[in-house]
Nanobody, 120 residues
């Protein structure tokens, strides 16, 4: 059974830090690109950060320099270190695993999300 389980969300003050974790099970983790998305109330889901199977990373401009994505293939896990958090970072954060077999054939898995609240 495929599972992506996020953890590490919570309430943090502006300027604070959180580290999100996503534990994967039920598929071959090393073959999947991993991405963190987020969705705030009334807004569309947006890409936050991604990391490929080879370790190449990509970030949304809004988090560049503040967030760091990493993966541990031995632990089938991906992480998102979030520093200097502000109110605009408050959202539900989702973990995504994606493997492309061809331009029209992909495997795509989602976690259930973890809430990040930034408030004083």
């Amino acid at each position: 059974q495929v599972q992506l389980v996020e953890s590490g969300g919570g309430l943090v003050q502006p300027g604070g830090s959180l580290r999100l974790s996503c534990a994967a099970a039920g598929f071959t983790f090393i073959f999947f690109d991993m991405t963190w998305y987020r969705q705030a109330p009334g807004k569309e889901r947006e890409l936050v950060a991604s990391i490929t199977t080879g370790g190449r990373t990509n970030y949304a401009n809004s988090v560049l320099g503040r967030f760091t994505i990493s993966r541990d293939n031995a632990k089938n896990s991906v992480y998102l270190q979030m520093n200097s958090l502000n109110a605009e970072d408050a959202a539900v954060y989702y973990c995504n695993a994606r493997r492309e077999f061809s331009p029209v054939t992909t495997q795509n898995y989602w976690g259930q999300g973890t809430q990040v609240t930034v408030s004083s």
